[in-house]
């Protein structure tokens, strides 16, 4: 063995104590003045071998020329020499210290003349670089074939790999690709990650540049930001910027954009109703009938649209295509199976696009949470809640702001319709605080008219009554469509009775009844609308009161029908009447109330059911949801009228926890319930925000 190679590795000098980094002390220096004179030819071997190039495998030009004319020693020669100085292992990769080495001191302009050529080797064998190029990238090599493969590379995972691509793009631009080339596709992988300030600043970049390349493909990435942060209306403005003239295959998504702002001429001066196919495929027939769909929801027949959006979704499903939407077709046509009444068929729809994929990883949580007000519309809260907790945890960003609404407004649902105050205090903090980072949209209706009814229950309406007015304002510019317009006024409806304002509450029954000749629901809602004031007057009917019940249930509101059934039984006159409506609201709502299952009426001996053992607290589980109500200030009617059972056997259980705890006054029970209960005493008694006759 040469001298030379016999003292390097002799002296340690590549095996010495690793510095922080695991390279040896001074290893370059050693390398570079060892490997010299009669060594040269194995540093050139090295040098290349830690570039890239490989054995067995053409080497640079230069190496090969010397060992063909026999200048050096023959190619097996220097590999034996190089693997018995351990310089290189049997595989024929340089080991780490010796490959740091030599990069360190070897000029960047060599290293790069070798990579180039080594990129050259590549191309003319027609092999694609692979991991090779994001190092050369990396490395700093400035190559437009490297540029480009990795561009390709990226477009291949910018349908399903949003964060790979975006690295990739990134280590294009690295390799000397054109940024605003690139732009449109790096801001989509940027949304699609989650990054929307990312992908809104490369947008803009692209927007104000002179004849911007692949400006459809930026505008539709720009819409879908807008509207992901609840910003329908620049979402809007950004396609008209784009124009008519531009828009080509994106039309349908225009006039998804600029119809949830109430345009209704706009949306159809971008897609007008016969519009022709762009393409026969799978995507181009998806979007379609995206936009055909969203517009005939606004027609006399609007079921129709249903029909049209779901078969949109379906092919979107089957696509696998990931693009950036301001709404996506399963999303849509969710929402219109649950403004039709048919919140199963939104539950089906969102489950089928969620385990497609439509849209890709940002469209998931939408699709989750619209799934989850399915569940809650049906009287499910635990499945509500186990699709919006996945919902929040699927994807490494937080929801963004439209999601983030929907969540909160959820929240508030579930909090409502458990009947839990402290609860429904901490749902309402947080939707305060989401509603403040959204606008109104027509696709966003459903959790305002919730909060409406949050808000008229809690006496904080004024915090929404502007952004219901624009809701209204919204509706009109498209000519109060039933089908988007009926839940909203059901909702304000409701706001009505819990506000006990018969001036508010006409203007919207008499909406209901007008939707009654085209809308199903419409009809049903009305007639619920009407049971609701009799009951309030103490004029009803309990059969009528009992049909309009089932029929809210019939129509994906069972915990509605439960209400009236359960408010008309606790002013029941006759007894009778009042076991018939308890019934109904307990085959409505088997939960029987905000924790509980159903009760029966006291004398029958039967009033605890399979909850009536006390346990440490010395209540049973029914008495602590009677303590719980007590403790926020209800009377025995509001009780009964809580968890469907009468007042009477309201009193009875007050009687019995009285006597269990050993409180002698109103104020001792107080005390010793919120004992019992492990309840923040910061909490009211006799909350004034709540309304005192409702819920």
Known sequence: MDGHLQRVERSGSLHAALDHQGHPPHAAELMAKELRGANAAVRELLLALSVGFALPGPLPADLQHKVGRGAVENLDALVDRAEAAGLLMPDGTVVGPARHALLA????????????????????????????????????????????????????????DPRLASQLYEEALLAGADPLATAARRAQAAAGDGELDAAARIIDTLLVSTDPPDVRRGVDVAASVWAQRGMLAHAADVYNWLGTERVGASAP??????????DLKGAEAFFPPEAPQASPTLLA????????????????????????????????????????LPETPGALAALLALHSGEPHLAETVCRAAVAAGQGGSAAQPRLLLIQAWAAMMQDKPDEARLAAKEAAKINHW???????????????????????????????????????????????????????IAASRLRETRHVAHYVDEAWRLLGRLGEPPLWAVPLHWAAVQAALLNESPADLA??????AKASTHSHLAAILAAAGKAWVSVLAGRFRPAEVEGAARLLGAVGMPWEGARLAGHAAAR???????????SCARDLHPQGGPAGTP???????????????????????????????????????????????????????????????????????LARLRLALGTDNSVPANPQHLHPRQE
């Open 253 to 262: 998504l225009a006039a998804v954009a600029i119809l949830g702002t109430g």
């Open 105 to 160: 001191v070897t000029p960047t302009a060599r290293i790069h003349a070798l990579q180039r050529e080594l990129v050259s080797v590549f191309a003319s064998a027609g092999q694609p670089l692979g991991t090779l190029a994001r190092e050369l990238a990396r490395g700093g090599l400035a190559d437009p074939r490297v540029a480009t493969e990795l561009e390709q590379a990226a477009d291949t995972a910018l349908q399903h």
């Open 599 to 669: 009760e029966v009426p006291a004398g029958t001996g039967a009033e605890n059911g399979g909850k009536g053992q006390p346990d440490a607290s010395g209540l049973s589980e029914r008495e602590k949801e009677v303590a719980r109500l007590v403790l926020e200030g209800k009377t025995y009617r509001e009780i009964g009228e809580s968890i469907y059972i009468s007042p009477r056997t309201a009193e009875h259980h007050i009687a019995r926890i009285r006597r269990r705890l050993g409180a002698e006054n109103r104020s001792d029970l």
């Open 285 to 324: 027939s998806a979007l379609l009938q995206t936009g055909q769909g969203i517009l005939a929801s606004l027609g006399e027949k609007p079921q129709q649209g249903t029909a049209v959006l779901i078969h949109a979704s379906d092919l979107l499903n089957s696509a696998g295509t990931a693009l950036p």
């Open 507 to 512: 203007p919207h029954a008499t909406a209901l």
């Open 398 to 452: 937080p929801l963004v702001p439209r999601d983030e609404f929907l969540g909160a407004a959820l929240d508030v649902g579930l909090a409502r319709r458990n009947g839990e105050v402290p609860e429904l205090l901490r749902a309402w903090e947080r939707a305060r605080e989401a509603m403040l980072h959204t606008s109104v949209d027509l696709y966003s209706l459903l959790p305002w008219g919730e909060l409406l």
């Open 572 to 582: 029941a006159d006759d007894r009778r009447d009042m076991m018939r409506l308890l």
